[in-house]
């Protein structure tokens, strides 16, 4: 990029460019035209790198998720064999708290919005 920039600082006429009048000045313009094209051609491919870098990282992400979900799972089901009781034990009363949070939010939706 920083050579593009470069490249398209405008430069001070020589001898031989101060007299050749309008064919320089196209010339000129193509090469402004081309090295302009030349640094967007740059820009879409770092942004395009940049791109596919998010895109690789965003898969090895859900990749290491998905490892780390399953790794769960399977410490669950080992702790519940270790432990039947205590898992139980713990089910139902998350079943309680649960069940008591629902009734409890729903007495409360009723006295804000009575029905009719």
């Known amino acids: ?44 491919e770092a942004v395009s790198a940049k791109l596919e870098d998010g895109r690789i990282a965003a898969e090895r992400l859900l990749k290491h998720g998905r490892y780390a979900v399953e790794d769960g799972i399977e410490e669950t089901a080992h702790q519940i064999k270790r432990h039947p009781l205590s898992s139980l034990a713990i089910a139902f009363a998350a079943g309680a708290a649960l069940g008591f949070l629902v009734q409890h939010l729903g007495n409360n939706s009723q006295k804000i919005h009575p029905s009719h």
């Open 1 to 44: 990029m920083d050579t593009v920039l470069a490249e398209s600082k405008i430069e001070k006429p020589n001898k031989a460019q101060v007299g050749c009048g309008g064919a320089c000045l196209g010339s000129e313009m193509k090469e402004a035209a081309k090295r302009v094209e030349n640094g967007l051609n740059d820009s879409k």
